[in-house]
């Protein structure tokens, strides 16, 4: 079994990464992780490459995503909530999806056959609005072929209470590794 797990989180010891690190502790399998803010991935620059040819103009990290990708079983999308959304540095990530829009809607074709399960975990202290960022989650994972999602998981409040501590969010990631490993 091979998961990817794509970390929107600025923080390389923050409350998404300590979900992040059960997950990776408990689960079967291999997992590659995608740090969104230490990887180099250029966002997608709207060059239109993607509209007639298969992969990405850009030469960078992506590259080994994109092969990752299409041989991976299942799929985790973990970020914090900045300004009711995705993190910036994870969208610029997924807006290199836009080759499997364009295979799909322009070229007609499929760009990934295997299909994998997903999973959203996102982690604020903000208002607790969590639609939009997980609208948003939803949608990458579509683009990778995710349609069989896991329901998300989230832990709110983390100014006052680490992500660790709240148990909801603890069973929820333990509920994500039994829905992977399934």
């Known amino acids: 079994m091979k998961t990817l797990i794509i970390n929107g989180s600025p923080r390389v010891n923050g409350d998404t990464v300590s979900l992040v690190n059960i997950l990776k502790e408990k689960i079967n399998g291999e997992c590659m992780t995608v740090d969104a803010y230490r990887c180099k991935v250029s966002p997608c620059t709207d060059c239109r490459f993607c509209w007639e040819n298969s992969g990405c103009a850009i030469k960078d990290e992506m590259e080994q995503i994109y092969a990752y990708i299409q041989e991976c ?3 985790l999308i973990a970020s914090p909530i ?4 995705l993190t910036g540095k ?4 997924g ?8 295979a799909r809607f322009f070229r007609k074709e499929e760009p990934i056959v295997k299909a ?9 202290g903000g208002d607790g609005h969590i639609d939009k960022p997980y ?6 994972l579509h683009h990778m072929n995710c349609y069989n999602i ?3 998981v989230f832990s709110h409040n983390t100014n006052d209470r680490p992500a660790v501590e709240d148990k909801q969010a603890i ?3 333990n509920s994500i590794i039994s829905f992977f490993m399934d």
């Open 73 to 75: 079983d299942n799929i």
């Open 82 to 85: 900045y300004f009711s959304e």
């Open 90 to 93: 994870l969208l610029d990530v």
């Open 95 to 102: 807006s290199r999806l836009q080759t499997y829009f364009c």
């Open 116 to 124: 994998k399960k997903g999973a959203v975990v996102l982690v604020g």
């Open 135 to 140: 609208e948003t989650a939803c949608t990458l």
């Open 150 to 152: 896991h329901q998300v």
């Open 171 to 173: 069973n929820g990631i």
